[in-house]
């Protein structure tokens, strides 16, 4: 028999299941944003960045060592890499297959970055492409008034502001095929203790490296604090950012743009046009100079017998979904 739950989540939230398959229709022309808002958004997202970027020049040799450095990129790549390839192209759109050794191991990298239990975060993005850039879409820049000032309010809602609003009653409708699986449901449900752990563990490592007390704290602060900031500025500029900002080569039914800028920084997700015409790709970055580390890591793991069904693009697809004007 049939879960029409199932149909549900094939049909509506992941709308183009062949990566070769056309989008019935385009979306209208986009309303054109003034340069203004544009630097506006890109001022209020690469200043916290710098920011961060600038503090271990300041407090270099008591308040940041080099082992500061190592758990604060190593555990930036691993729980970035948690939200991009486990939570995002695997467990939302299904772009490739593995066991369920694997499966639970990038749950747990998702949940050390803080963004919120795999279900929840799933049922969320599902619904976002469901309804992307229109009512009902969970976080549009595009759902506030018009105006400068609407566009600002929107690209706040779409950063951050979504997280502080009351969960759809149907999101659980969204997750019934991830909620068959025992195994995710467990992994689920510890969702605190992976947060801890994501904390503690920058913390024990900073301390047993370094040798001192000082090191537990500096580790906490960047392998654990720090690190959960960057991962979720980053990853939310993609909800405001690359729906703003950017280029559109392919036709999609919303105002997606390419982001080079997120495209680095966020591991391959900044290629934010192409994964909204192909969904279940698992690749984003689909020239050869878009760097899209999770694809690297999908690769890898298809090469090893870890992954498997991993669902591309033909180039006929791409032609096809190419924008002409």
Known sequence: MIDPAELLIEKTVLPVADPDADLPIDCDPPERISLAVRLAVLIVIL????????????????????????????????????????????????????????????????????QGPLLKWVATHRKHHQHSDKEGDPHSPHVESAGIFGVLRGAWHAHIGWMFDPDPPDLESYVQDLRRSRALLIENALFPVWVALGLLIPAVLGGLLTKTWSGVWTGLIWGGLVRVFL?????????????????????????????????????GEGWHNTHHAFPTSARHGLKWWQIDISYWVIWILERTGLAWDVKLPSPQAELRMRRTS
């Open 47 to 114: 200043v916290p960045l710098l920011g961060v970027a600038a503090a271990p020049f300041i407090v270099w040799g008591w308040g940041f060592r080099w082992t500061d450095l190592i758990l604060l990129l190593s555990l930036y790549f691993l729980t970035a890499l948690g939200i991009t390839v486990g939570y995002h192209r695997l467990f939302v759109h299904r772009s490739f297959e593995t066991n369920i050794v694997v499966k639970f191991v990038f749950a747990v990298l998702g949940s050390m970055a803080v």
């Open 231 to 267: 991962v979720h500025h980053v990853t939310w500029s993609v909800n405001s950012a690359c729906h703003l900002w950017g280029l559109r080569p392919y036709r999609s039914n919303d105002e997606s743009r390419n982001n080079a800028v997120f495209g680095v920084l966020a591991m």
